[in-house]
């Protein structure tokens, strides 16, 4: 058996221990695994790297991917589709785990379609792929969230300042929800409840009439105002996949209640931190059981299968379900954290 491995789509925390696991896996069924370079790209060019047990040494706690990533939709013509196909079997890759989120994973979902044996493993840190409770990444990009805030609180109560922190979160406010929850913010705005400017004025304006004159706002990047159309960012690049670079909605949050309230308001993008650095040991753990799984699938010969967790059991679901749809924030938890608002 030989398996091809990718990472896909955005980094993440936790993507070298997923690889790690995989690798150590299949030596004990007496797999061979290749590295697949660059995400999609890598199997447009048959760029590959063999992986053993001496390679993955020591990548546990590291972040990034040590194959590298990009957000390469092989689907986006014809020629490059075909390419992927013709490599894989020229390859002789019996199967390809496929480690990202939506896109990565919605292109080996249509991969299985013309063939291709495929088994997904859920990764973003925006926690937004369905049929899984959490994909790692998702808990260091919490902790990082949170961290910043317990630090920001300081530097604007000193000055009697209001702070927007904008988060990511395309589709879904999870890390919005959890790390504003976390790290004691006074209001959270994510993309499944428009909000209005007005309405945070308000509170901004009576927390410095009760004598709290300062004020931390967490809003996710995909979250807009009411009777808006679309994102609002500050650039209108397109990905491989058709995604809006996302990116403006902080500034342009933290412009508005200066202008109307008169309370100096800073912002600040969290961006790529997010992603970066040593994943947390639950993201470890997590990717971890996630690579071992994904591998006792290929040797049950289960394929086009996405690993995923649901309580405290990592189970498979069928590949095209964890695609179908995007999972929002509970609004259970959401409620939780309304409580601390203002």
């Known amino acids: 058996m030989k398996i091809g491995i990718l990472t896909g789509g955005g980094d993440c925390p936790g993507l070298n221990a997923v690889i790690r696991a995989v690798v150590r896996k299949a030596a004990h069924y007496k797999y061979d695994v290749l590295g697949i370079k660059d995400g999609w790209m890598g199997l447009i060019e048959a760029n590959v790297i063999p992986l053993d047990i001496k390679s993955v040494t020591g990548i546990l706690s590291r972040g990034g991917t040590i194959l590298g990533?990009?957000?390469?939709?092989?689907?986006?013509?014809?020629?490059?589709?075909?390419?992927?196909?013709?490599?894989?079997?020229?390859?002789?890759?019996?199967?390809?785990?496929?480690?990202?989120?939506?896109?990565?994973?919605g292109v080996a979902a249509k991969l299985l379609k013309q063939g291709i044996k495929t088994i997904g493993i859920p990764k973003t840190i925006?926690?937004?792929?369905?049929?899984?409770?959490?994909?790692?990444?998702?808990?260091?990009?919490?902790?990082?969230?949170?961290?910043?805030?317990?630090?920001?609180?300081?530097?604007?109560?000193?000055?009697?300042?209001?702070?927007?922190?904008?988060?990511?979160g395309r589709h879904a406010g999870w890390i919005a929800t959890y790390g504003g929850l976390a790290g004691g913010a006074d209001m959270i705005l994510i993309p499944e409840t428009p909000f209005e400017v007005e309405g945070i004025c308000k509170m901004v304006t009576k927390r410095a009439k009760e004598g709290r004159g300062f004020s931390i706002i967490v809003v996710a990047e995909g979250a807009?105002?009411?009777?808006?159309?679309?994102?609002?960012?500050?650039?209108?690049?397109?990905?491989?996949?058709?995604?809006?670079?996302?990116?403006?909605?902080?500034?342009?949050?933290?412009?508005?209640?200066?202008?109307?309230?008169?309370?100096?308001?800073?912002?600040?993008?969290?961006?790529?931190?997010?992603?970066?650095?040593?994943?947390?040991?639950?993201?470890?753990?997590?990717?971890?059981?996630?690579g071992v799984r994904a591998v006792d699938l290929i040797n049950e010969g289960k394929f086009g299968r996405m690993v995923a967790l649901q309580g405290n059991k990592i189970v498979d679901i069928p590949l095209a379900e964890g695609v179908k749809q995007t999972k929002t924030v509970d609004m259970e938890i959401y409620k939780v954290a309304e409580v601390f608002f203002g």
């Open 224 to 290: 807009v105002p009411k009777g808006i159309e679309g994102y609002i960012t500050k650039d209108v690049k397109k990905d491989a996949f058709g995604h809006v670079m996302l990116g403006g909605i902080g500034e342009f949050l933290a412009k508005e209640i200066e202008k109307k309230t008169g309370v100096e308001t800073r912002h600040v993008v969290l961006g790529h931190l997010q992603r970066g650095g040593s994943p947390t040991a639950y993201d470890r753990i997590l990717a971890c059981r996630y």
């Open 126 to 168: 925006d926690n937004d792929l369905y049929g899984t409770d959490f994909t790692f990444g998702f808990d260091t990009a919490v902790s990082i969230v949170t961290e910043a805030l317990d630090r920001l609180h300081t530097t604007t109560e000193a000055h009697h300042r209001t702070m927007v922190v904008e988060v990511m």
């Open 69 to 105: 990533t990009s957000r390469t939709n092989p689907f986006k013509s014809p020629d490059t589709a075909e390419k992927v196909v013709n490599n894989i079997k020229k390859l002789g890759l019996d199967v390809v785990i496929c480690v990202g989120g939506d896109d990565t994973l």
